[in-house]
C-alpha cells in the first residue's frame, strides 16, 4: 500500500505538468529612445511534453519585428507577427523571443513615434494556458509614404536625424526613415559588413522634413544579396550617420 502511494505521487506531476507555459514578465514596454526599441521575454516549457506556439498575434494587427532565441543557439528570424509564425519547444526547454517597436498604423501619412496599447496573444498547446496574452504598451512608429516629407511639422522641429531601419531583421524588404533640419543634398549608401558599397538609394536634393525610402535587398545589379549585417549611412553637408541592419533569407 505505501509503494502504490509513492508511485502514483511520482506520476501525478508528470500528467499535470506537461505542456505548461511559462513567462519570464507579465508585460512588455517600448522605449522611443535610441538603443532602448525592444524588449524581449522568455518562454518556459514546464513540462514533459513538446510544448507547441502555433502562433503569435497583435490584437491590433500591428506589426512587431521578432526574433526567437533558443537556449541550444538555434534563432529564427521574423519580419512581423504573423498568424502563422510558430514554433516548438522540447521538455523544460526555454527561448527568448525580442520584440522590436512595431509599426501601429502602417497607412498613415506621416511619420514619428506615437504612444499605444496593444495585447500580443500566444496560442499553445499548454494544458495551464493555451491563449496566454502579455500587455504590451510604449512607443511604436507611424511609417509614412515612401520618400515623402511630412507636411504638418514646423521645420524647425525636425532634426538631422537617421532612424533604425523597420523591420530589422527583414526579408524581402525594410524601410529607412531620416530627418533632415534644412534642404540638402542626400546621399544614403547600403555597405556590406566589410565595408564595400552594395547600392545607393539616395543620391538628390531634398527638402527639410521627414523622408522614407525602401531597401529591398538588391544591389546595384538589382540581385538579391546574401543574409548578413548591412550598413546604411545617411550623409548631408551637415550631417553624417551610420546604423547597422540584418538581411534574411
Not at 501525478?12 to 517600448?30: A, R
Not at 519580419?79 to 522540447?90: A, C, I, Q, R
Not at 507611424?142 to 526579408?171: M, R, S, W
Request: hydrophobic share 40%.
Amino acid at each position: 500500500m505505501k509503494l502504490n502511494t509513492l508511485f502514483l505521487l511520482f506520476f501525478i506531476p508528470s500528467i499535470v505538468l506537461s505542456q505548461e507555459i511559462l513567462f519570464s514578465k507579465d508585460s512588455l514596454y517600448f522605449s522611443n529612445q535610441a538603443f532602448e526599441n525592444t524588449d524581449s521575454i522568455w518562454i518556459y516549457n514546464y513540462g514533459n511534453d513538446t510544448l507547441k506556439v502555433d502562433s503569435i498575434n497583435s490584437v491590433n494587427y500591428m506589426g512587431y519585428g521578432i526574433e526567437i532565441l533558443f537556449s541550444d543557439s538555434l534563432d529564427i528570424m521574423l519580419n512581423t507577427v504573423y498568424p502563422e509564425t510558430g514554433f516548438s519547444l522540447s521538455a523544460h526547454d526555454s527561448a527568448m523571443i525580442i520584440f522590436w517597436n512595431p509599426d501601429i498604423c502602417p497607412i498613415c501619412k506621416i511619420s514619428g513615434y506615437e504612444f499605444f496599447n496593444d495585447t500580443i496573444v500566444f496560442i499553445n498547446n499548454s494544458l495551464n494556458n493555451a491563449k496566454d496574452s502579455i500587455p504590451s504598451s510604449g512607443f511604436g512608429f507611424l511609417f509614412g509614404d515612401d520618400d515623402v516629407a511630412i507636411d504638418d511639422k514646423n521645420e524647425n522641429d525636425v532634426l538631422y536625424e537617421l532612424f533604425q531601419n523597420y523591420p530589422n531583421p527583414f526579408n524581402p524588404q525594410t524601410i529607412i526613415t531620416y530627418g533632415l533640419k534644412e534642404p540638402s543634398n542626400v546621399i544614403l549608401t547600403i555597405y556590406d559588413n566589410i565595408g564595400r558599397e552594395i547600392t545607393i538609394l539616395v543620391n538628390k536634393h531634398q527638402n527639410a522634413g521627414y523622408h522614407q525610402v525602401v531597401w529591398d535587398g538588391s544591389n546595384f545589379l538589382n540581385q538579391k544579396v546574401s543574409s548578413g549585417v548591412y550598413y546604411y549611412r545617411l550623409k548631408t553637408e551637415k550631417f553624417t550617420s551610420i546604423k547597422k541592419m540584418v538581411f534574411i533569407k
